[in-house]
């Protein structure tokens, strides 16, 4: 069992940056970071895949970047110029589904951000 836990969120000005970590109990191949807020069903923001491939939402493309650093397994998700919009409970998740994109083995227990404006 891989455990998940997100970390480094909280207020950032409108324009900040954001930086978040995800530390894992073990070794992963794949992460992915997701965001939902109350009323909205979750959206997808990041993935880096198994196999390298990293893809990245229409909403953050430009802005955002996923990375991972293996001796720490620990994963990360950097975003620049925040928009209100990016205000969130944000979730990372580990070991993709081979059938499903969206479906992982591991979630982590979520980080608020608010941005402030």
């Known amino acids: 069992q891989v455990q998940l836990e997100e970390s480094g969120g909280g207020l950032v000005q409108v324009g900040g940056s954001l930086r978040l970590s995800c530390a894992a109990s073990?070794?992963?191949?794949?992460m992915g970071w997701y965001r939902q807020t109350p009323g909205k069903q979750r959206e997808r923001v990041a993935i880096?895949?198994?196999?390298?491939?990293?893809t990245y939402a229409d909403s953050v493309k430009g802005r955002c970047t996923i990375s991972r650093d293996t001796a720490l397994n620990t994963g990360f998700l950097h975003i620049d110029s925040l928009k209100p919009e990016d205000a969130a409970v944000y979730y990372c998740?580990?070991?993709?589904?081979?059938?499903?994109?969206?479906?992982?083995?591991?979630w982590g227990q979520g980080t608020q951000v608010t941005v402030s404006s």
């Open positions: 998740a580990a070991e993709q589904s081979p059938w499903s994109s969206n479906s992982w083995w591991y």
């Open positions: 073990g070794p992963i191949n794949s």
């Open positions: 880096s895949a198994e196999d390298g491939t990293i």
